[in-house]
């Protein structure tokens, strides 16, 4: 039995839950920490998510959500359709994403989870990259979320 891979990571950002959830959904906020794509989603538990670059209106991460309190959690699945050598679009090679806002005094946590990267296609470099992109896109949410 594999162990797993799961990249955890977390951040104290400035700035209340609710303006947190604002940088998490509003495209206007997505575009700038994830590459230049919005966000589009019904914000619902069962609907579609999917990043789409606003430049080339191409999808370039897609997944369902699976769970959502607003100003408190939201969890999907994910996959990126071109990237790692075009792993084949099934279950088996999607990952979840957990984002907890957990309050404190003026500020939240956003902690962040992903994974199990153990069963699927080229698990350790896909968790390795993952690692290295949740510490940029956390220190990009913390920066927008305590823009004045």
Not at 44 to 58: E, M, Y
Not at 136 to 143: C, D, F, H, P, R
Request: with cysteine; net charge negative; proline share 5%.
């Amino acid at each position: 039995m594999t162990a797993e891979m799961i990249a955890r990571d977390s951040i104290d950002i400035e700035a209340v839950p609710a303006c947190v959830w604002e940088v998490l959904t509003k495209p206007q906020h997505t575009r700038q920490y994830m590459f230049g794509c919005d966000a589009e989603s019904d914000w619902q538990v069962g609907s579609r998510l999917v990043w789409r670059g606003t430049q080339d209106g191409k999808v370039y991460v897609k997944g369902t959500i699976v769970q959502i309190d607003r100003d408190r959690l939201l969890q999907y699945t994910t996959f990126s359709p071109d990237a790692f050598d075009h792993y084949e679009d099934k279950p088996e090679n999607y990952t979840t994403v957990t984002l907890e806002l957990t309050p404190l005094e003026g500020a939240t946590r956003l902690s962040v989870s992903q994974g199990d990267f153990a069963p699927i296609a080229n698990g350790g470099l896909r968790f390795a990259h993952t690692v290295n992109s949740w510490k940029t896109t956390l220190a990009q949410i913390k920066e927008i979320a305590e823009r004045p």
